[in-house]
């Protein structure tokens, strides 16, 4: 199997401890949901993909059963390492947290009557809610210059947060129209 080098980089070929700690990173900062610290660290930090790179890969892991970010994990490491940085990347982003998931769960079931537990839960939610709607609008703005890629966000926000639709009704609208009209944009471009 040949490896796969970052261009970006130099070069330079990615190792697996490199992409292991950057998803351990993302794990540790990411509680609730790592797609923003994801975004930052592969997009901004480390240079591995470009805003639209990453935008096409959640793009295809929104497409894929599971969480996203287990998907965009698979894929960053899989294209920079093949198998083995696939491998890497998981084993960093779930050693952590299913460490303290574990920990969190069976304290949780102990005193979960409590007043304070409750309002820190509440408090952590709405925070992992924010950090995700910031996320859309990062990955919105790769594509300013796609009246379409606005025009298909809007009437998806529309319908899940304003008529209450099911996101797979949504998707299963908006992706075939979606895709019909990238190709029109494509063949004009």
Request: hydrophobic share 55%; glycine share 12%; charged share 10%.
């Amino acid at each position: 199997m040949s490896e796969t080098v970052n261009a970006r980089s130099g070069g330079e070929l990615v190792t697996l401890t490199a992409l292991f700690l950057s998803f351990l990173k993302v794990s540790l900062l990411g509680f609730g949901g790592g797609l923003v610290w994801t975004r930052r660290i592969v997009v901004e930090q480390r240079q591995w993909m470009d805003d639209h790179e990453f935008a096409e890969t959640l793009t295809l892991c929104q497409l894929m059963p599971g969480p996203n970010i287990v998907g965009i994990t698979v894929c960053v490491g899989s294209l920079l390492r093949g198998l083995a940085g696939a491998v890497a990347a998981v084993s960093g982003f779930i050693l952590i947290p299913l460490t303290i998931g574990l920990s969190l769960g069976g304290l949780y079931l102990r005193h979960a009557h409590l007043a304070v537990l409750q309002h820190i839960l509440s408090g952590l939610s709405a925070a992992a809610a924010g950090l995700l709607v910031a996320t859309g609008i990062r990955l919105l703005i790769a594509h300013r210059g796609r009246p379409g890629a606005w025009f298909f966000a809007a009437f998806a926000f529309a319908g899940i947060v304003v008529f209450k639709l099911p996101l797979m009704i949504v998707f299963l609208g908006l992706a075939p129209l979606s895709i019909a009209a990238a190709r029109v944009e494509g063949v004009r471009a």
